[in-house]
């Protein structure tokens, strides 16, 4: 894609400021400005390297990819929960008879689902 470039005049002070701004919110200025004249020409949003279906497709990889770590951290997580059950709780005189058994069984089907969703995402992913 062939770029040119573009001069704006404004105030030494609000160049500035727009400059602190950009440099707080962490983007560039020509990014800021780029995006301010495809809104105003109605220009559609160019893609990081061609716009073909390829590049799409490598952008919501890259979102399932994303993902799938935060599930496997949360599962681990259960499965942690579940073998940290103290054995003490299971048989005390106050817990409801059956209730260790129920919480251990909730975790392994919590445990099973989130497999699932990593293993779905992971199928979706080699595609």
């Not at 707080?24 to 390297?49: C, D, F, I, N, W």
């Not at 059950?85 to 975790?107: D, T, W, Y």
Request: hydrophobic share 40%; charged share 35%.
């Amino acid at each position: 894609m062939k770029t040119k470039q573009v001069k704006i005049y404004a105030e030494p002070e609000l160049a500035d400021a727009f400059k602190a701004l950009c440099e707080k919110g962490g983007t560039s200025v020509t990014a800021e400005l780029s995006a301010y004249m495809r809104k105003r020409t109605h220009l559609k949003e160019p893609s990081v390297a061609t716009g073909n279906r390829a590049d799409r497709r490598w952008r919501r990889k890259a979102t399932v990819r994303r993902m799938i770590s935060p599930l496997e951290k949360v599962r681990d997580a259960e499965e942690s929960y579940r073998d940290s059950i103290p054995e003490n709780l299971c048989g005390g005189p106050l817990l409801v008879p059956g209730a260790c058994e129920r919480v251990a069984e909730a975790a392994d089907e919590a445990i099973a689902r989130l497999t699932e969703a990593v293993d779905a995402l992971s199928e979706a992913h080699a595609l």
